[in-house]
């Protein structure tokens, strides 16, 4: 294992950028590839079967590429549809995001959990295993938003998202039967804490905003731990499967989080 040897990080799109933050405080050294599948966006409009296929030769082709020690998939979509198939393709550790159901049954008092994610993901299977192994005496309440993955990315680029639209997102969970009784959202896509601060100042009342960043930053640091890194933090590298003028723009977001401007796979 060399000392340069990097963290690869990949998404669909920014969203994975909730789960680099938190890794980079536990390992500010770390050198980082940030993969982004912007032509691929947004997986949670996507079939099952696109998802499966293009996420394992997506990784298979940045781990040919840059030789991770380890690859993180920062993407619940993808990660509930296609982890199994992508430690069976890749012979390194990968790390999967999945709904922090289990840290959000562990808070909730009144047990009634609303989950927040992508069509794509609240509809998994996954998450119904996950409801019944560590919520089973909650109530689940599911809301699917691709508006709310749009609005992230669009204020990583300097948009802020409209409180009436964050309201109306949380209205699909707080409306629903229980709804009223509900303390605590499970953000089930890693899009989603990049607006915790705008999502909490739009919610009628508090609600615990739940996700599962510092857990995987944990996880990583576990993996890792004993390796070398470099002795200095370098600037990472952000590569996107397409680059226009919306991935440009988000170059200075992606500086926040010590990523180069966008480069195209």
Not at 59 to 67: F, I, M, N, P
Request: glycine share 8%; with cysteine.
């Amino acid at each position: 294992m060399r000392d340069d040897q990097p963290v690869l990080f990949f998404d669909s799109g920014v969203g994975g950028l909730s789960v680099l933050a938190p890794t980079r405080r536990l390992l500010p050294h770390a050198p980082i590839v940030y993969a982004a599948d912007s032509a691929g966006f947004p997986y949670g409009t996507r079939t099952e079967a696109e998802i499966a296929a293009r996420v394992p030769a997506l990784l298979g082709r940045l781990v040919e590429r840059y030789r991770p020690r380890l690859a993180v998939i920062a993407c619940n979509t993808a990660s509930t549809i296609a982890l199994d198939a992508v430690r069976a393709a890749l012979d390194l550790p990968v790390v999967g995001t999945v709904p922090a159901i289990k840290p959000a049954a562990a808070l909730s008092r009144t047990r009634v959990i609303g989950v927040l994610g992508t069509d794509a993901t609240v509809r998994q299977p996954y998450v119904d295993r996950l409801a019944t192994e560590f919520a089973a005496d909650c109530t689940i309440l599911r809301h699917g938003s691709a508006r709310l993955v749009a609005l992230a990315e669009a204020a990583l680029r300097g948009d802020a998202p409209p409180a009436h639209a964050l309201r109306e997102i949380l209205a699909g969970l707080l409306d629903q039967p229980g709804g009223d009784r509900m303390d605590a959202v499970v953000l089930a896509c890693t899009h989603f804490r990049l607006l915790d601060a705008a999502l909490a100042a739009a919610a009628p009342r508090p609600l615990m905003l739940v996700d599962g960043g510092d857990g995987i930053a944990r996880r990583i640091a576990h993996l890792t731990q004993g390796q070398g890194w470099p002795v200095a933090s370098a600037q990472g590298a952000a590569v996107f499967t397409r680059v226009g003028d919306e991935e440009r723009a988000l170059a200075p977001a992606l500086a926040r989080f010590g990523l180069g401007a966008p480069e195209l796979l």
